[in-house]
C-alpha cells in the first residue's frame, strides 16, 4: 500500500478572490476525485486549524493500492484539472509518498 501526503499553502489571493474562497474551492475539487478516479482507497481532506505562520492551509490524506495505483490517480483528466487550480491558488505545496507497512 502507497501512501500519499500533500500540504498546500494558498495564496492570499487570486483574480479577486480571497484565500479563504479559493481554499473552500479546492476542497471541493479535490473532495469529488475518489468518485471519478479508480483505485483511491482511502481519501482525507482537510482544512488547518493551527494557528502558527508555519503551518498549511489544506492536507490531503490518501492511500493506494501501490504506485501504478497513485500514477493513475495523477495523470486522470480530472486530477489534471484540479492541479491547474492548484497551480492558480497555491504558493507553496509539500508531497511525501511512502509505502505503508
Not at 500500500?1 to 471541493?28: A, C, I, Q, W, Y
Not at 501504478?68 to 483528466?77: A, N
Amino acid at each position: 500500500m502507497l501512501k500519499h501526503l500533500v500540504l498546500f499553502k494558498l495564496k492570499p489571493s487570486v483574480d479577486g478572490r480571497t484565500k479563504e474562497e479559493n481554499l473552500r474551492e479546492l476542497k471541493e475539487r479535490l473532495e469529488v476525485l475518489p468518485g471519478k478516479i479508480p483505485g483511491i482507497l482511502k481519501y482525507e481532506i482537510g482544512i488547518n486549524q493551527n494557528p502558527s505562520s508555519n503551518a498549511y492551509d489544506l492536507g490531503l490524506d490518501s492511500e493506494f493500492e501501490d504506485e501504478m495505483g497513485l500514477i493513475t490517480y495523477q495523470r486522470h483528466p480530472d486530477h489534471q484539472a484540479v492541479t491547474t487550480f492548484i497551480n492558480q491558488v497555491c504558493v507553496d505545496r509539500h508531497v511525501v509518498d511512502w509505502e505503508k507497512g
